[in-house]
Nanobody, 117 residues
């Protein structure tokens, strides 16, 4: 019933920045917990960052200090600001969302991030 859509991916140089956005339509956006995952070919999908309905954030150690997750409930968006990008950040990035009172996680289709010199 909820379909997250990611945008903002692309090709960047090492040390560069990108800002990803996750958007989905609902009248109760502020009740949703939202995660960003990423997956490189041949590797497990890993949780990169999360934000709760209350605004609490968490990050995988490899991106701490470089990535920031935030939400704008008025715009129904959750963003992932990625700075100081490294080659190993190359992956498809996915958004996942769940109503904190529900039990179903909804996945987006993903957006490609490529870090290359």
């Amino acid at each position: 019933q909820v379909q997250p859509v990611e945008s903002g991916g692309g090709l960047v140089q090492p040390g560069g920045s990108l800002r990803l956005s996750c958007a989905f339509s609902t009248n109760i956006f502020s009740l949703y917990n939202v995660d960003w995952y990423r997956q490189a070919p041949g590797k497990q999908r890993e949780l990169v960052a999360s934000i709760t309905s209350g605004g609490t954030t968490n990050y995988v150690d490899s991106v701490k200090g470089r990535f920031t997750i935030s939400r704008d409930n008025a715009k129904n968006t959750v963003d992932l600001q990625m700075n100081s990008l490294k080659l190993e950040d190359t992956a498809v990035y996915y958004c996942r969302a769940r109503n904190k009172f529900g039990s179903t996680w909804y996945w987006g289709q993903g957006t490609q991030v490529t870090v290359s010199s």
